[in-house]
């Protein structure tokens, strides 16, 4: 059974506080990624990568950096978090097809951590 | 710029009535695949279904079927005969170039 997991589903943490989540995929899978939900807006791509210590900005990333030491782990850190990163945080994998099928592949989700910063 | 649409926030219905959940994209490029995911209360992301670009059939899984207008880009998705499992928030995302755009959703409430 293929599995995505996130280490915490719910975390509370104080502003300013440095804050670590952890992804690990069992899929052996080249790409992962970090996204915000939030309600109204839908999944918000904050960084992917697509190999070992690569990495991609996504479409919100400011706040946010990101470290894959491991093919198999990509976490996402909050340097200062802030009231506004409060959120549910999705990762996800997905595994790297190339040409023509380069889109084909879903990505697999994890259940997701939900942040409060007080 | 490629961008998706859901324009319904949330729908209720009550049991065994068919629903249709509505999808719009944008993208300049021909060749994409379009997904529905399938979130429930748990939280976690259920892969449903991929469509290609090229293919316009329209699928059907047991209750579920999707449609798919390349002319008006869209990519619908009914459930018939609606059940209680069947509440969780639905995501329409495009797929293109190892980027995913997702939809803001749609919170489908089936009461019993």
């Known amino acids: 059974d293929v599995k995505v997991t996130q280490s915490s589903r719910y975390l509370v943490k104080r502003t300013g506080e440095k804050v670590f989540l952890e992804c690990v995929q069992d899929m052996d899978h080249e790409n992962m990624f970090w996204y915000r939900q939030d309600p109204g807006l839908g999944l918000r791509l904050i960084y992917f990568s697509y190999d070992v210590k690569m990495k991609e900005k996504g479409d919100i990333p400011e706040g946010y950096s990101v470290s894959r030491e491991k093919k198999e782990r990509f976490s996402l850190i909050l340097e200062s978090a802030s009231t506004n990163q409060t959120s549910m945080y999705l990762c996800?994998?997905?595994?790297?097809?190339?040409?023509?099928?380069?889109?084909?592949?879903?990505?697999?989700f994890g259940p997701g951590t939900r942040l409060t910063v007080l | 710029a490629q961008k998706v649409t859901q324009a319904q926030t949330e729908i209720s219905v009550v049991e065994k009535e068919d629903v249709t959940l509505d999808c719009v994209y944008e993208t300049r490029d021909t060749t994409y695949y379009l997904f529905w995911y399938k979130q429930p209360p748990s939280g976690e992301l259920v892969f449903l279904i991929r469509?290609?670009?090229?293919?316009?059939q329209n699928e059907i899984s047991g209750r579920y079927s999707w449609n798919f207008q390349k002319s008006t880009s869209s990519f619908n998705f009914t459930i018939t005969a609606s059940q209680v499992v069947d509440s969780a928030v639905y995501f329409c995302?495009?797929?293109?170039?190892?980027?995913?755009?997702f939809g803001s959703g749609t919170k489908l409430n089936v009461k019993p």
């Open positions: 995302a495009l797929n293109y170039f190892n980027k995913f755009y």
């Open positions: 469509r290609n670009s090229f293919d316009e």
């Open positions: 996800a994998s997905r595994p790297r097809t190339g040409g023509s099928l380069s889109s084909y592949n879903e990505q697999f």
